[in-house]
């Protein structure tokens, strides 16, 4: 019988370096390490979600800049392109508390990751938020729908705006792409970082307009 990957290449923690002996795919940390992290998946990540962004259900994994450890894992994926890492924290983020299919048996759930400009996916070379839900996907059994949503408006990054200005760049900034989800689907939106909740709305608009339902939103930190 052939021996498992794991058991030739051990993974190994992302804080400590020490091998992973847990068979959990989903497992990014050792347990101290992980310990120590600012974990926020459950009904306390969920509940600071929601004072931004008013959602049914809401997704989150830990809170940012509460970390060095962790803001170097968000800084290594989103800018060295390191897509493994974001599609091992989207599995992190889903595998704590229900999946959402298990709420909604007459819907089909489906994930719809927020979009980059095409400009920037072309200089970064991947929609990190895609990475993401491939990872919750792997975890929830449903498919992602990259190409549901197009950012056409090309804006610098919005790290350090305040609210108010970040819902002026994101108001009309997104619109449906070709590759739209069935009418019949539940909409879970995914994004890497959440700051106000303004993409998160600004995407939902979209979706509710052309007449999709949207259940919530999954990020992989909150800012």
Not at 12 to 20: A, D, N, S, V
Not at 149 to 173: E, N, P
Request: hydrophobic content about 40%; glycine content about 8%; overall charge positive.
């Amino acid at each position: 019988m052939p021996r498992s990957p794991q058991l030739i290449i051990p993974r190994h923690c992302i804080g400590c370096g020490l091998w992973l002996t847990s068979q959990e795919k989903w497992r990014l940390g050792c347990a101290i390490c992980e310990a120590q992290w600012p974990d926020l998946r459950g009904e306390k990540g969920e509940m600071f979600m929601q004072e931004r962004c008013m959602l049914t259900r809401m997704w989150t994994g830990f809170r940012l800049r509460e970390n060095a450890t962790l803001e170097n894992q968000i800084h290594e994926f989103k800018y060295r392109g390191r897509r493994q890492l974001g599609l091992q924290w989207g599995r992190w983020v889903a595998s704590v508390g229900d999946a959402p299919r298990s709420k909604l048996k007459s819907n089909r759930v489906v994930l719809v990751p927020v979009p980059l400009h095409w400009r920037r996916k072309w200089k970064r070379g991947f929609n990190q938020a895609e990475w993401i839900a491939k990872g919750v996907s792997r975890e929830w059994g449903v498919d992602v729908y990259p190409k549901a949503l197009i950012r056409y408006s090309h804006a610098r990054s919005l790290t350090g705006l305040s609210m108010k200005k970040r819902q002026d760049v994101t108001a009309s900034a997104y619109k449906m792409g070709r590759r739209r989800p069935p009418e019949s689907s539940t909409i879970v939106l995914v994004d890497d970082v959440m700051t106000t909740g303004a993409t998160i709305r600004s995407c939902a608009a979209v979706l509710e307009l052309a007449n999709h339902q949207v259940l919530g939103a999954l990020t992989l930190a909150l800012a």
